[in-house]
């Protein structure tokens, strides 16, 4: 999986002209699901998420809270786009992306970890494949860009070897 966090004072999320979502001081999550992509890079990702070290505390000193220690929100939005490949010509290739009813369970599942870590109440969610407006106004501004990775698959293989059989 993959995020972009942006630190933000405010942030919304429109579909159709009706705001879904929005939110105050925090950080606005753009997530995307990748092949091979289980809930344990969820969980991982939520959790680097809550305890990222994105304000500075009351002395002055940098990257010392998180959105937990300042009681701040977050506001997630799916964005598979971040997956994207520019490698050929200018059209992008969203190969790398989890499509349909998997990436839509992985990114719920994802999603109510972040609610589970957190103040349920000061996580919000966009609109899963929406075409959303999305707004915000960036403190900083931050903009920090973090995944997780599933295993590779020789990794996965050696694993397996190294289980014992019964």
């Known amino acids: 999986m993959k995020a972009i966090l942006q630190r933000v004072l405010s942030a919304s999320v429109t579909v159709d002209q009706e705001l879904v979502s929005s ?7 753009l997530a995307a699901v990748a092949p091979g992509d289980t809930e344990k890079e969820a969980d ?17 000193g940098r990257w010392k809270r998180s959105v937990q220690d300042i009681g701040g929100e977050v506001l997630c939005v799916s964005q598979f786009t ?32 972040v609610q589970d870590g957190y103040v349920a109440e000061k996580v919000k969610d966009g ?11 960036n403190d900083g501004p931050v903009t920090l860009e973090i995944s997780t990775s599933p295993p590779k698959e020789k990794d996965q293989k050696k694993t397996k070897q190294a289980e014992p059989a019964n």
């Open 23 to 29: 939110i105050g001081k925090g950080i606005l999550v």
């Open 44 to 60: 991982s990702l939520a959790s680097k998420i809550l305890k990222m070290k994105m304000w500075d505390d009351e002395s002055g």
């Open 82 to 113: 971040l997956l994207a490949s520019t490698k050929k010509g200018s059209k992008p290739d969203f190969h790398s992306a989890m499509g349909g009813d998997e990436a839509k369970r992985l990114y719920q599942y994802f999603y109510q970890k």
């Open 127 to 137: 609109v899963f494949q929406a075409m959303m407006q999305v707004a915000l106004v």
